[in-house]
């Protein structure tokens, strides 16, 4: 089997990291490799970036990618995405093709609002994974657009999770992550966010 290229993902927490681990080898070309790096939150993610990102450029061999996922929690979008994109430039990275059509090296993603938007795009992974939720929920004017839940989507996903019997005492992302992303489908996920970060893996991998 021909090589492929290598993925190293920056993540805020470890709860991520366990939903990807589903999640990657379901979107990723079979021949690629990855690794997930989990902080400690999101703080603790925009702190270390610019300086692991010039780690990575003083040795970045020419078939790695660096993917940088974050939620955005409810701040600017697009100012949070320029921030990601000045700590990749800053570092001498690329961000797009360059001229001679070398590949891109950073891949910067946002989950909108936060990583548990994704579960609600697939609602069927989130019926299987806890039996009691109602597999009509995506129907529901509250979960249409799974981007645009109110009031906090970690938040939301705990309160239909307690109502169908399970995590009573509070959402534990961790095992939430694991067990929903268990059965997640990347082709038939309805949030945007995942969409554009399930293609940008694609296209910085050469399978799209």
């Not at 109502?163 to 059965?183: D, F, N, V």
Request: proline residues 6%.
């Amino acid at each position: 089997m021909e090589i492929g290229v290598h993925v190293e993902v920056l993540v805020e927490e470890p709860s991520t990291e366990a939903a990807l681990s589903f999640l990657l080898p379901r979107i990723l070309p079979t021949n690629t490799t990855w690794l997930v790096h989990p902080h400690r939150g999101k703080k603790d993610l925009l702190a270390k970036l610019p300086s692991r990102l010039r780690g990575y450029s003083r040795f970045l061999p020419p078939d790695w990618r660096l993917v940088v996922l974050i939620d955005e929690d409810r701040q600017d979008c697009r100012a949070l995405k320029r921030r990601l994109n000045r700590a990749a430039r800053d570092a001498g990275l690329r961000l797009a093709l360059g001229s001679g059509g070398e590949p891109i090296q950073v891949l910067n993603r946002i989950a909108i609002e936060e990583l548990e938007a994704w579960f609600f795009g697939d609602v069927e992974a989130v019926c299987t994974a806890y039996p009691g939720v109602p597999a009509t929920l995506a129907n529901r004017a509250p979960y249409r657009d799974p981007d645009a839940v109110a009031g906090g989507t970690w938040e939301a996903l705990g309160r239909v999770l307690k109502q169908a019997g399970h995590h009573g005492s509070g959402l534990r992302k961790g095992e939430a992550a694991r067990a929903i992303a268990e059965h997640m489908d990347p082709a038939r996920n309805r949030s945007r966010s995942f969409g554009h970060f399930r293609d940008g893996l694609l296209r910085v991998t050469g399978a799209a």
